[in-house]
């Protein structure tokens, strides 16, 4: 199931908000779609399970939506901190990733 | 505290082999589903294999599938992946990371570098 992330890079400044879009070519299984942070030399991050869960520890400003074949990814009050490499990933019928986007802060 | 540690990572050459481990502390491997994924210079993360708590389901993407195989070793809380035929295309840090089910993968490891080069 090819997933398909857009914008591939964004550039937006401190205190905005981040909408990042992820669509998958057939319906994701149970909804089981994930979000990771990946930062240059640090693993990989899970922010969000299921489509809208947010993982232990995520802060409020990160938020999971959608359902089928289109999935987001809102980031709220940006901070500098979130520049970084964020992927979706369905788990609902074997594995994929999406190709990323690169958000700059 | 959960920690996941890969190594074996080095330089091999064209059609050489590499066995990578992934040593895990602070939970019960034995009850936790395992995958491998990778990210090679430049590109993005790109999953490779499951494998169940018992070894009994095992996954593989199409790009590794017959030439890569995952294992594990509940009681040494050891994941391992052990890599034949590389190509340079296979260059890359590779990650072990826990599945919860339903949840995605939510731990990971640092990851371990495999450069494929004559």
């Known amino acids: 199931n090819v997933l398909t992330q857009s914008p591939a890079t964004l550039s937006l400044p401190r205190g905005e908000r981040a909408t990042l879009s992820c669509r998958a070519r057939?319906?994701?299984?149970?909804?089981?779609l994930a979000w990771y942070q990946k930062k240059s030399g640090q693993a990989p991050k899970l922010l969000v399970y299921?489509?809208?869960n947010r993982a232990p520890g995520v802060p409020d400003r990160f938020t999971g939506s959608g359902s089928g074949t289109h999935f987001t990814l809102t980031i709220t009050r940006l901070e500098s901190d979130d520049s970084a490499e964020y992927y979706c990933?369905?788990?609902?019928?074997?594995?994929?990733f999406g190709r990323g986007t690169k958000l700059e802060v | 505290e959960v920690q996941l540690v890969e190594s074996g990572g080095d330089l091999v050459q064209p059609g050489g082999s590499l066995r990578l481990s992934c040593a895990v502390s602070?939970?019960?491997?034995?009850?936790?589903?395992m995958n491998w994924v990778r990210q090679a210079p430049g590109k993005g993360l790109e999953w490779l294999s499951y494998i169940s708590p018992s070894s009994s389901t095992i996954y593989y993407a199409e790009s590794v599938n017959g030439r890569f195989t995952v294992s594990r070793d509940n009681a040494k809380n050891s994941l391992f992946l052990q890599m034949n035929s590389l190509t340079p295309e296979d260059t890359a840090v590779y990650f072990c990371?826990?599945?919860?089910?339903?949840?995605?993968?939510?731990?990971w490891g640092r990851g371990t570098l495999v450069t494929v080069s004559s």
């Open positions: 602070g939970f019960s491997l034995s009850t936790y589903d």
């Open positions: 057939e319906t994701v299984a149970s909804d089981w």
């Open positions: 299921g489509a809208s």
């Open positions: 990933q369905q788990y609902g019928y074997s594995y994929t």
């Open positions: 990371a826990r599945e919860k089910i339903a949840a995605g993968l939510d731990y």
